[in-house]
């Protein structure tokens, strides 16, 4: 039986793979654009929000990013990056989430001057606001923010020190985001080293447009916790949907040791990682055990809020219990002290009435 939207938005939430460059207000980029004269294919939120979403779902590449491109245009300043941080808490708030950890690179916002710790600085403002204009409309959240690095640039050395630097305060982890294949953890050797050396947490975007051997870079060389998305690890398991899968090294590490699988049902299936909501590995990886957690990744981009993937893994056979299973499990990879993972874990518990 599908839950309704009713009960879902009900249930708390915890998202860990949320980009703030992905999931701003359609009428708040139309607004912050019109002012700096840059133009977007539609000034109508509504038009703007379909046609992003459309873009996403074309399975181009390219028309996808395009999206980002625009929102990135706009988040140059402090005073707009601190108001797409605010609302971006206030909005996941509304949606029924208790504990978000918001992503960005911060290398994608000095092109108006700022320098990097300004830009992390403007987001934490942000997020502070954010979280006490939703506790004045009756919905407590708590919010992070995790740094990423990009990839395909040559910063990470630099984003990796702007983390250690601002850790627990503005920054509780480390990420590389951006064009996955042909751009390995390998090649971020120095900063991931830098990291462990320092303690700081990594999470890293794997097994979305690279396979398992990307994967494989991410927990071994990236020392990674967590990982971005994760699905393709499914490709070093003969068998999956047998009786008997057999499971690879990479697999069987992220399985024994429990490495939370940011997964992103809709997105995953808009880059190509998925074929379907209703066929997406992730099914089977969680009922081998492996801890898959459930994200939005970008919400105007894709066109989604966890409420919307609740509904769609609820009408993919997922049972509140399920649901329910995957939160926990994203509320424990939390990156919060431990006594604040076990309060959210226990929040988690008892807004799903689940006796364990
Ligand atoms: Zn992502």
Same mark, same amino acid.
């Given at each position: /039986?599908? &839950? ?10 915890? @998202?860990?793979?949320? $980009? ?7 009428? #708040?980029?139309?607004?912050? =654009? ?5 133009? &977007?294919?539609? #000034? ?5 929000? *379909? ?19 625009? #929102?990135?245009? !706009? ?29 960005? =690179? ?43 690095? /990009? ?15 601002? *850790?627990?305060?503005?920054? @509780? ?14 090649? $971020? *050797? ?24 990307? !994967? ?37 590490? =992220? ?24 066929? $997406?590995? /992730? $099914? ?15 919400? &105007?981009?894709?066109?989604?809020? /966890? ?11 997922? #049972? ?7 939160? &926990? ?28």
């Amino acid at each position: /039986m599908t &839950l309704t939207s009713d009960e879902i938005l009900a249930l708390p939430k915890v @998202v860990l793979h949320d $980009h703030l460059d992905g999931g701003l207000r359609p009428s #708040t980029l139309i607004e912050l =654009a019109a002012a700096i004269g840059h133009e &977007l294919p539609s #000034t109508d939120p509504d038009e703007l929000g *379909r046609i992003f979403a459309e873009n996403a779902n074309s399975g181009d590449l390219v028309r996808y990013l395009e999206a980002f491109a625009h #929102t990135t245009a !706009v988040m140059q300043t402090a005073e707009n990056l601190t108001r797409v941080a605010r609302e971006a808490v206030v909005d996941l708030a509304a949606d029924g989430v208790v504990y978000a950890e918001l992503r960005y =690179a911060p290398e994608q916002h000095v092109a108006g001057g700022l320098s990097l710790q300004e830009v992390v600085e403007a987001v934490q403002s942000g997020i502070e606001e954010g979280v006490a204009e939703a506790l004045e409309a009756g919905r407590a959240i708590r919010a992070a923010a995790i740094l990423d690095a /990009m990839r395909h640039l040559d910063r990470s050395v630099e984003i990796a020190q702007l983390a250690i630097a601002n *850790r627990g305060t503005c920054c @509780v982890a480390f990420d590389i985001a951006g064009p996955e294949a042909g751009f390995r953890p390998s090649l $971020h *050797r120095e900063a991931f080293q830098i990291l462990r050396e320092a303690h700081m947490p990594v999470t890293i975007h794997a097994g979305e447009a690279d396979g398992a051997e990307s !994967v494989g870079e991410a927990l071994g060389l990236g020392s990674a916790r967590r990982l971005g998305h994760g699905v393709r690890i499914h490709e070093d398991i003969e068998g999956l949907d047998t009786d008997e899968p057999a499971l690879g090294i990479i697999a069987r590490h =992220a399985l024994d040791q429990q490495i939370p699988l940011e997964c992103c049902p809709t997105s995953n299936v808009q880059t190509g990682a998925a074929p379907s909501v209703a066929e $997406h590995p /992730m $099914h089977a990886l969680r009922d081998l055990g492996f801890a898959v957690t459930v994200n939005t990744d970008n919400r &105007l981009v894709s066109g989604v809020s /966890m409420s919307s993937e609740f509904a769609a893994l609820s009408e993919a056979g997922w #049972t509140v219990e399920d649901l329910f299973e995957a939160t &926990l499990a994203a509320a424990w990879a939390a990156f919060l002290p431990y006594d604040e993972r076990a309060d959210l874990a226990e929040l988690v518990i008892e807004g799903y009435g689940i006796d364990l």
